[in-house]
């Protein structure tokens, strides 16, 4: 099978490229960044998702799959540059997908688009609605590319087109928004609050994306790795301080003192948990994580 992979050069994108073409798929990327190293059975192109070399990939070579990874976060870009890839870059995707006969459709969104409250049900299923606008409005963006993504489902009947929402990845890439948290030596958390954290190995995440387009997978789907740990126990595990902080004066700490930079939004999700459940994705897959919490967390912390 010929899938396409927009944001391949990402690390979680070249794990899913490496573990495509050692099934015997042939594999095209799309990213803006280089992958100078790409293994024999990757072809790469450089372009914007939302400009006409991209849509020429699309129409030369006909992909029969496409898993959409270039979404970008907080900590990599502005709220401007957000808005333009997280969303209008979804609706370029999904709009050459239909106009040049893809079968199979794939977007990898996050699990906090739900939202972080006092109030939310401590799993969230696919059912619940997502709610992070009114929580955590930088996220706005990506709860509309979630959200525009799953609206092909019914815009585009012919085209299988599936949603994973996946929970924080960890591991020893030490990318992504979890890993940012914990980057530093010291970690903030609020005074009095200790939420259940949940997240993915790295490669367990890339297999999970896999096993998604292989089953043919139609729909929204949660996707999580072994049980979700305390906070507390995360930051120590992984070889981090923990420094409890006042909710006042959290908000004036972040991005300094060594600190990350956190969005004044994300403070709910130092709070309360954001935890799915992806009982239907492994139903429907099979799925199960090879890597449990504590395998996860000490790669983290042991990665060069």
């Excluded at 798929?25 to 293994?39: K, Q, S």
């Excluded at 540059?81 to 239909?98: K, M, P, Q, S, W």
């Excluded at 790795?225 to 908000?251: A, F």
């Excluded at 969005?263 to 994580?289: C, I, S």
Aim: charged share 25%; proline share 8%; with cysteine.
């Amino acid at each position: 099978m010929k899938v396409l992979i927009t944001g391949i050069s990402g690390k979680l994108g070249r794990t899913v490229a490496e573990m495509l073409v050692a099934s015997g798929h042939d594999v095209l990327g799309i990213d803006r960044r280089p992958w100078p190293d790409a293994p024999e059975g990757v072809e790469m192109f450089s372009a914007d998702i939302r400009k006409r070399p991209a849509e020429d990939v699309f129409r030369t070579h006909r992909p029969d799959a496409v898993i959409h990874m270039a979404t970008v976060t907080h900590f990599t870009s502005s709220t401007e540059e957000r808005y333009r890839i997280n969303l209008r870059g979804t609706r370029a995707v999904f709009d050459h997908c239909h106009n040049y006969g893809v079968s199979r459709a794939i977007f990898v969104g996050r699990h906090t688009v739900y939202g972080a409250a006092s109030d939310a049900p401590l799993y969230y299923t696919e059912d619940e609605p997502p709610l992070a606008v009114s929580t955590f409005p930088e996220l706005a963006d990506m709860v509309a590319a979630d959200l525009f993504a799953g609206s092909a489902l019914w815009r585009y009947p012919e085209m299988d087109t599936c949603v994973l929402r996946l929970c924080y990845t960890l591991g020893p890439s030490r990318r992504g928004t979890l890993a940012s948290y914990l980057a530093g030596p010291r970690v903030p958390t609020v005074m009095g609050f200790d939420p259940l954290y949940q997240f993915i190995h790295d490669r367990d995440a890339a297999r999970a994306i896999c096993r998604a387009m292989e089953e043919d997978l139609r729909g929204v789907y949660n996707v999580a790795g072994p049980q979700p740990v305390p906070l507390s126990l995360l930051i120590e595990v992984t070889g981090r301080t923990n420094i409890p902080l006042p909710e006042s004066l959290v908000k004036h700490a972040l991005g300094r003192f060594g600190f990350p930079d956190l969005p004044e939004g994300a403070v709910p999700h130092l709070k309360y948990p954001v935890v799915v459940d992806d009982e239907a994705f492994r139903q429907k897959t099979g799925f199960e994580p090879k890597f449990d919490e504590v395998k996860a967390m000490e790669a983290f912390r042991w990665a060069a």
